[in-house]
């Protein structure tokens, strides 16, 4: 089994982390050794093995129990194995798959694991599998099925990349088919047919004039959307098409829940058959706890909204405030480039350790 | 080599080469049955084989010549051989596939050129191959590369199924591909992007108002139209995609050569990138010359324009006057229940012999 030890410097563990390849389905080898390194170096914790996630927490008795959560898988490896670093000091950067998405957070809560050995709040951490995948292959998922006391807690840490600054709450996302149907028949007789594609002028014309939202909660700002994703329709190169289809992705604030998004985009296209493909609640904010507010304070007072759906919207399903926390920028994630500032790793351990530290 | 009586009904001779299977590329039986009885019971006629095609002509050194022409292939099998009848008398009706799509013209070919020894004109007999596949393995387009000579004449008559009624010249097809471009980006930052799917809303909202001109030309009607025939764009479900493809295909009448046709789509396209893909020029009817009124004549006047593409536009661009003029459905072509009223076959037996006979 590769070795790790959680005290050592965080860039170096995550470097460790990256190291030991662990694509999604394929975590064992992984969860092995964070299981191993936190019963060996952190005795201190409840450790639990469940399936590829491993879990531990503190049983101090404090008021208020935080959740650190970060998946330790990974997509395909895509020649960006193993990790190498160039450039130093402020500006070294340490390359390779994962390096964002996202084992310099799991390196970041391993190293606070093994380190805080009293911290302020309670502390449950939550190394899990399979975020990549699926949604019903989701550890969190089978975690919140099994051993739900396991996630409870008055504020979570999802360790994904946000360039090192506090995310919090997250959109909605629901995703929707609309079809229009016709009357097949050969070009030449067209007035014999009727045309399921040019039936899709109409909503795309919709599409084109939809102004989105933008919401301003708890301070933050949140930018809706309505993007047309898939189109597709057409039998031969002469025939009338009978039918059609167009995939649309809603990204909607944390305002208005899943339900009231549907029946928003019920409305929008209002005549036409509309299909629920996927929804996903998003989850507000939840600035106002004591817990966050801390961490917010802890990190200068810098947060932003964030836009995409992260699991911190499972969180905020189970009523928990949850933000969004990690080193690394997102849109390098699932990229062969993929790599992180090592500042920023530095920078989250030292806001977490400074939050969560006596 | 199963024999064929060219001198027999031309409902049993229908029969016969029906039950001679001839997909496309696998005519050489059908097409050494023909040979075979052409060489020994027409021996007033010039034969040559042509790869699976066979030609066969007389030379009476009379003042004009008639082309007639059918393809021997048919579409891949479907259940439907061999052939079965139902019904009786007028009501008869023969089944099985090539009934329609065109073993009932070939028949009433290969019957004329084995009775019509003494014929009012000089008569070229063209039965060729793979006229249901790719236009380049077409075999009209290989003699007419090869022995261009063979498909001379002052009128063509093509027996492609057209319910027994003269069909005259035929539309002409484009088919065109429109992209739309845009940028692609994460639809939970939907602003960095540029949404090509929703760049169609346009074209499509051009294509919904345009109105397909109704042209009058020698009496006929033709019909033109502008479909789209398949629409396709699209990366992932929460990509704003970055490329969009709607492919068209225009219809018009044979009054508009090929080139203003496509002009007349860049028009209606203004702004698009286009992409011709095919192009046909339609034929005109050609009605006005002698042998064409004459058959008009033999058919009871009864004439109609041709709205689908087929290989009488090929006659045309040699400069011919070219009809349609078959027994069978189109409708019917290509399907399981292939089927064909022998009344209209032997109808156009007579219609073609009182036309050429003495």
Not at 123 to 133: H, N, R, S
Not at 149 to 157: E, M
Not at 324 to 330: E, T, V, Y
């Given at each position: 089994?590769?070795s790790?030890?959680p005290?050592?410097?965080?860039?170096?563990?995550?470097?460790?982390l990256?190291?030991?390849?662990s694509?999604?389905g394929?975590?064992a080898?992984?969860?092995?050794a964070v299981?191993?390194?936190?019963?060996t170096r952190?005795?201190?914790?409840?450790?639990?093995r469940?399936?590829d996630?491993?879990?531990?927490?503190?049983?101090l008795?404090?008021?208020s129990?935080?959740?650190?959560?970060?998946h330790?898988?990974t997509?395909?490896?895509n020649?960006?194995?193993?990790?190498h670093?160039?450039?130093s000091?402020?500006d070294?950067?340490l390359h390779?798959?994962g390096s964002?998405d996202?084992k310099?957070?799991d390196?970041?809560f391993?190293?606070?694991?093994a380190?805080?050995?009293?911290p302020r709040?309670?502390?449950?951490?939550?190394?899990?599998?399979?975020?990549?995948?699926?949604?019903?292959r989701n550890?969190l998922?089978?975690?919140?099925?099994?051993?739900p006391?396991?996630?409870?807690?008055?504020?979570?840490?999802v360790?994904e990349?946000?360039n090192?600054?506090?995310e919090a709450g997250?959109?909605?996302?629901m995703?929707?088919?609309?079809?229009t149907?016709?009357v097949?028949a050969?070009?030449?007789?067209?007035?014999?047919?009727d045309?399921a594609?040019h039936?899709l002028a109409?909503?795309?014309r919709?599409?084109?004039?939809?102004?989105?939202?933008?919401v301003e909660i708890?301070g933050?700002?949140?930018?809706e959307?309505l993007?047309a994703?898939?189109?597709?329709?057409g039998?031969?190169?002469n025939?009338v098409p009978?039918?059609?289809?167009?995939?649309?992705?809603?990204r909607?604030a944390?305002?208005?829940?899943?339900e009231?998004a549907?029946?928003?985009?019920?409305e929008?296209f209002?005549g036409?058959e509309?299909t629920?493909v996927?929804?996903?609640?998003?989850?507000?904010?939840g600035?106002s706890s004591?817990?966050a507010?801390?961490l917010?304070?802890?990190?200068?007072?810098?947060?932003a909204?964030?836009?995409?759906?992260?699991?911190v919207?499972?969180?905020?399903a189970?009523?928990m405030?949850?933000v969004?926390?990690?080193?690394?920028?997102?849109t390098?994630?699932h990229t062969?480039?993929?790599r992180v500032a090592?500042?920023?790793?530095?920078?989250?351990?030292?806001v977490?350790?400074?939050?969560?530290?006596?």
């Open positions: 089994m590769p790790l030890d005290r050592s410097d965080p860039v170096d563990l995550t470097a460790a990256v190291d030991i390849a694509v999604s394929a975590e080898d992984l969860a092995d299981e191993h390194a936190l019963r952190a005795p201190h914790l409840e450790v639990v469940d399936g996630a491993v879990l531990a927490r503190t049983a008795g404090r008021p129990r935080v959740v650190l959560a970060g330790l898988d997509v395909p490896v020649d960006n194995l193993p990790s670093r160039t450039g000091g402020e070294e950067v390779g798959l964002v996202m310099g957070g390196a970041v391993l190293h606070l694991a380190t805080l050995t009293e709040h309670d502390v449950t951490f939550v190394f899990y599998d399979c975020e990549e995948v699926e949604a019903d550890g998922g089978r975690i919140e099925r099994q051993r006391d396991w996630l409870r807690g008055d504020l979570a840490v360790g990349p946000s090192a600054v506090i997250c959109q909605g996302t995703r929707v088919e609309l079809r149907g016709g097949r050969h070009t030449a007789r067209a007035w014999m047919g045309n594609v039936a109409e909503p795309l919709r599409l084109t004039e939809y102004r989105p939202r933008t708890d933050l700002t949140y930018r959307g993007q994703v898939r189109v597709g329709g039998v031969a190169g025939v009978d039918e059609a289809v167009l995939a649309v992705n809603h909607f944390p305002d208005v829940s899943a009231r549907e029946a928003h985009l019920r929008v209002d036409y509309l629920v996927d929804r996903s609640a998003g989850a507000l904010p600035l004591p817990a507010a801390e917010v304070s802890a990190a200068g007072g810098r947060v909204p964030k836009l995409g759906w992260t699991d919207a499972r969180f905020a189970l009523g405030p949850a969004n926390f990690g080193p690394g920028d997102p390098l994630a062969r480039g993929e090592t500042a920023e790793i530095r920078h989250v351990a030292e977490l350790g400074s939050w969560l530290g006596a």
